[in-house]
């Protein structure tokens, strides 16, 4: 199977402060990374899809300015928190879109960031 | 657009009894359709997806999902639950046409095994 890293796995941030998430597809090439947020209790929210070599696709209601996504190799995508606050925390993950054909096409999900903003 | 509903945010089951998670989805195009489980501060794992042929998809751990396309429906089914099967499980759905497609997720149904 395919495998996703995030890095880190949990931070702790003082409002106000920027935060790089990264993830990583570890065995694959993916040109199209997904960034989703978890609140508690609830599903995961797609906030953009990052494409590699270019710039994210946002989705509507997520501030581009604050959630800085970069993706600059086949195999690396970050998502940057910009001056976190306390409403920012949230259970991030990734997803890596590996294409292989009509039956293999899927995303690989990451194990998730805890992003607490104190 | 699509969107996922999961009629039952959580269900309670002895173990060793069988259970069903509900999922219908809407559509105007053909899906494909996914269901992941996700345990306590972890990442998604896929279960089983359903891209075409046989309605009736195995996945990993006795999981089994059936495809109503008249129903609009992606129920998955265990026939006998472990402890260990405790955790959140979530139906997806996508767009099936070729290339990346977003992925809609369902509401989450968390799955409680009782000893």
């Known amino acids: 199977g395919a495998v996703v890293s995030q890095h880190p796995s949990r931070v702790i941030c003082k409002s106000g402060t920027s935060v790089k998430i990264e993830c990583r597809s570890l065995?694959?090439?993916?040109?199209?990374m997904f960034w989703y947020r978890q609140f508690p209790k609830q599903s995961l929210m797609l906030m953009a899809t990052?494409?590699?070599?270019?710039?994210?696709?946002?989705e509507q209601g997520v501030e581009k300015d604050k959630f800085l996504i970069n993706h600059a190799s086949l195999t690396l995508s970050t998502l940057t928190v910009t001056s976190a606050h306390p409403e920012d925390s949230s259970f991030y993950i990734c997803s890596a879109y590996k294409a292989g054909g009509a039956s293999t096409d899927t995303q690989y999900f990451g194990p998730g960031t805890r992003l607490t903003v104190l | 657009a699509q969107s996922v509903t999961q009629l039952d945010s959580q269900v309670p089951v002895f173990e060793e009894a069988p259970v069903e998670l509900r999922c219908n989805y809407s559509s105007s195009v053909s899906v494909y359709l996914f269901w992941y489980v996700q345990y306590p501060n972890q990442g998604l794992q896929l279960l089983l997806k359903y891209l075409s042929g046989s309605t009736l998809v195995k996945g990993i751990n006795g999981f089994e999902a059936e495809f109503n396309k008249s129903q609009t429906s992606f129920h998955l089914r265990k026939p006998s639950v472990h402890i260990s099967d405790t955790a959140e499980y979530f139906c997806a759905v996508s767009g099936a046409s070729g290339g990346y497609q977003k992925v809609t997720f369902g509401t989450g149904t968390k799955l409680q095994v009782i000893p």
């Open positions: 065995d694959f090439q993916a040109t199209t």
């Open positions: 990052s494409n590699e070599g270019s710039k994210a696709t946002y």
